[in-house]
Nanobody, 122 residues
Framework: QVQLVESGGGLVQPGGSLRLSCAAS????????MGWYRQAPGKLRELVAA???????NYSESVKGRFTISRDNAKNTVYLQMNSLKPEDTAVYYC????????????????WGQGTLVTVSS
């Protein structure tokens, strides 16, 4: 079994901050790219930020300068620090990871977390 467990969502006022965490666990051989996506009501899921195993970040234009993605490779954990939050950031945030897992053999998998709700409202 391999899973991603997210935490850190909640209700915050506009201009506030939140930090999301996502930890990968299970029969993991190696973790490669990790990232965060979000899906607002009535909209498609979109990339928020991603980070390669080499540490190169990629951000959507809508969050550049406000969000920061980081990772702890030793803990197979990725974080998303969200500052200056806006109502339009309200969405379910999903963690995503590309990894090699060791089951009966070695397999490359793309794994999604269950999602954590972020609500930005006064």
């Amino acid at each position: 079994q391999v899973q991603l467990v997210e935490s850190g969502g909640g209700l915050v006022q506009p201009g506030g901050s939140l930090r999301l965490s996502c930890a990968a666990s299970g029969s993991i051989f190696s973790v490669h790219a990790m990232g965060w996506y979000r899906q607002a009501p009535g909209k498609l899921r979109e990339l928020v930020a991603a980070l390669t195993s080499g540490g190169n970040p990629n951000y959507s234009e809508s969050v550049k300068g406000r969000f920061t993605i980081s990772r702890d490779n030793a803990k197979n954990t990725v974080y998303l620090q969200m500052n200056s939050l806006k109502p339009e950031d309200t969405a379910v945030y999903y963690c995503n990871a590309n990894m090699v897992v060791q089951l009966s053999d070695y397999r490359f998998l793309e794994v999604w977390g269950q999602g954590t709700l972020v609500t930005v409202s006064s």
